[in-house]
């Protein structure tokens, strides 16, 4: 017999390790996005889809107390605690807040490159985003003032975790931190840890002794390390010590015979393409990975775009840009269609989707993330909610997709604990959708309400703010 919710909301607000972000804490203007202010909440007769694999459960009650989860079960069995807000939910789904991996608060088209602090938090928060990593960062004094304010409850957005700036090779870019020689890669490194900076991304020219120094450094500090990588394979990265790896197959030059040490090979689509998946070199790369416990991300939301005519045209995408913004991913992903050798074949982007299947399928750790970059058409939030069609798309199951969203980001981030699943005891992010994503995958953009630490936000109030603006502010 389960714990009555009364009984657990006790125990709960006694052992509850860190006070959550109430209502009574928020700005004026944040309060403006809250649909659901009260401190006790019940959402009856959902069901629930928990996160930690585990199958749908229909008709269920979640308690909600204090910002936390006080209690989930049957309706029929769980009491809902006296003077509680109930809200009727039949017919809605209820799965963890999605725990983006690789969620920049800035933006590109083609054309230009832009930083949203305006209406990159509200369209993460506004989708089921309600923590972030943001892997990569061309402005972190930017970020890290977003989450200062975040956490303060004077702007609305999700949870942040902080990446210092790009760290790439000598002399490749004109955004990101060009790392000399291994000396400069700690002194950087040393800086941005000193500022609050709690992960490193590595870019594709770096060389194996300087991700070796970006590593080492970042270690003593006791911060991680993830890589776009290009110039070292993933078995090198991972000798090397590297905590995490970006972009899936994409990333990964280890397979091409041409590759040559410290360097980008020059075109791997035919290899990629014809990669055998069973292969000694693949599944190498997999138990390598397993047996140090690497996990990958998977951003396909953003490499879709290059597919020719991929995805379908959104019309909530179009709406959310600003005018020319949105000119100028029309007119590239035109140029795309007509010139396929400039894009991502569609053999090698299934081969890609299938590889993060293999991946899993061996025991590895995946988490999902939409990296709003590249064309422009992977916007905040709506680019999340398409990773999980492309996961099922690639033959993950519902629950799997789920699971990788949310539970599996919080645990590479070290927060599972207190997020990524919905177990009593744990932080209330929770995700309310209209409608049923494992009958309807589409049903996951239908985002009614979003649980923060059990402060309700009115979603379509937050999207609706943004029309016009990704692209601008």
Known sequence: MPRTAAAALLLLLAAAPAAAQGYDKL?????????????????????????????????????????RIAAVGPRASTRVPAGAKVLDLAGHTVIPGIVGLHNHTWYTTSSR?????????????????????????????????????????QMPGPRMHITGPYITGANTSVRMYNAADSAAARK????WASEGATWFKVYTTISRAELAAVVDEAHKHGLKVTGHLCSVGYVEAVDIGIDQLEHGLFANSEYDPKKAPDQCPTESGDVLANLDLASPAVQGTFRHLIEHKVPMTSTLAVYELYVPNRPPLEQRNLDAMSPETRSEYLETRARVAQNPEWGVAPNVFAKAQAYELAFVRAGGLLGAGVDPTGMGGALPGYGDQRNYELLLEAGFTPVEAIQVMTANGAKILGEYEQYGSIEAGKLADLVVINGDPVAKPADIRNVVLVFKEGVGYDAPKMRDAVKGLVGVR
């Open 188 to 191: 950087v490194v040393a800086y």
């Open 113 to 153: 490159a832009q930083q949203l602090p305006f209406s990159a938090p509200r369209l993460y928060l506004g989708s089921g985003v309600t923590t972030i990593r943001t892997t990569g960062s061309l402005s972190p004094y930017v970020e890290l003032n977003m989450k200062a304010g975040i956490a303060a409850g």
């Open 27 to 67: 700005s004026p203007g944040v309060r403006q996005l809250v649909a659901v202010p009260e401190s006790v909440v019940a959402l009856r007769g959902v069901t629930v889809i928990d996160g930690t694999g585990a199958p749908p459960r229909a008709d269920q009650t979640v308690v909600l107390a204090g910002g």
